[in-house]
C-alpha cells in the first residue's frame, strides 16, 4: 500500500521521539564546575540559600563522603562553613568545617558547635582528612574534605553558612536574615525503592541521573515508532 502519511505530519511525531529519547538532568552540573579542578565528584547541586553549591562522592564500601562546598563569604575576609549535624536538624550540634583567609592563605578548621552560645575549634564527632581550600576567582571560597559517616547510612543533616570575618582568631557571628537561617537540608546519598510499588523503574544513588524517568521515556518512544511504521508501511 501507498503510504498515508505526508512528510509534515511525520516529522512531528519523529522529532517527539527524538525528545522521549534524549538524557535529562534535573542538575546542570557543568554550570558547577570547581574553580580549582583539583578532583572530580560523583553528584553536584545548587544548595537553596546562600549562593551556594555542594559537590560530593558518597563511598559505601568504607562508609567515607568526598566533599566541595562553594560559597562567596558575607564580606570581604570573611569565612564559609559547612557542617554535618548527626543528632539534630539545625546549627546546635553541628560537626562543623570552616574555612577562612588566615594570614593570605587559606585554612580549614572544625568546631564541635554544642550549643549556639558555644562555638570553639575542637575536634569532632567523626573523623576528617584531607582538608584543604581556596579562593576562587569569583569571589568564592571552596572547602574540602572528607569524612567518615555511619555505616550504610542513607542521607545526612547538613547545615552551611558564610559569615563577615575574623576576630582574634575565631569566627565572627553570621546574619541572622532568612537565608541564614534556611541554610540546613537533608543530603540524600543513597535513592530508595518504595517498597510498595511492584515494578519499580531502576534507579541509581545518584538522584540527579534521572535514570528512572529515561526509562519510561524509552518504553513510550518504541512505541511511537512502532505506530509510525504500522501507518506508513502497513
Known amino acids: 500500500m501507498g503510504s498515508r502519511f505526508t512528510p509534515p505530519l ?23 564546575k570547581l574553580s580549582g579542578g583539583k578532583k572530580q565528584y560523583s553528584n553536584c547541586t545548587h544548595l537553596p540559600t546562600l549562593n551556594a553549591t555542594l559537590h560530593f562522592t558518597y563511598n559505601a564500601t568504607n562508609s567515607s ?5 562553594s560559597a562567596p ?10 557542617a554535618v549535624n ?9 560537626q562543623t568545617l570552616l574555612a577562612f583567609k588566615n594570614n593570605g592563605s587559606m585554612v580549614v578548621k572544625t568546631y564541635n558547635i554544642s550549643s549556639y552560645s558555644s562555638i ?18 569569583d569571589g568564592k ?3 574540602y574534605g572528607s569524612l567518615k559517616v555511619e555505616e550504610s547510612a542513607e542521607k545526612l543533616n547538613q547545615v552551611w553558612q558564610v559569615g563577615p570575618g575574623i576576630a ?12 541564614n537561617l534556611g541554610s540546613v537540608g537533608e543530603l540524600q546519598l543513597v535513592e530508595k525503592l518504595t517498597p510498595s510499588s511492584p515494578s519499580p523503574s531502576p534507579q ?31
Not at 548527626?86 to 553541628?94: E, F, I, L, R, V
Not at 570553639?120 to 576567582?137: N, Y
Open 204 to 234: 541509581v544513588a545518584n538522584a540527579n541521573s534521572g535514570y528512572g524517568l529515561r526509562v519510561t521515556q524509552l518504553n513510550v518512544g518504541f512505541w511511537i515508532l512502532g505506530l509510525i511504521y504500522f501507518i506508513v508501511f502497513m
Open 141 to 143: 571560597m571552596i572547602l
Open 86 to 94: 548527626p543528632t539534630g536538624t539545625g546549627m546546635a550540634g553541628s
Open 120 to 137: 570553639v575549634e575542637g575536634k569532632l564527632s567523626f573523623d576528617v582528612w584531607d582538608l584543604e581550600a581556596e579562593a576562587g576567582s
Open 73 to 82: 563569604p558575607a564580606k570581604a575576609g570573611g569565612w564559609i562553613a559547612w
Open 10 to 32: 511525520l516529522l512531528p511525531l519523529f522529532c517527539l521521539c527524538l525528545t522521549l529519547f534524549s538524557p535529562t538532568h534535573s542538575t546542570d552540573c557543568s554550570s558547577l
Open 65 to 69: 563522603l568526598s566533599i566541595a562546598f
Open 168 to 179: 582574634d582568631g575565631h569566627p565572627m557571628k553570621h546574619e541572622f536574615d532568612k537565608a
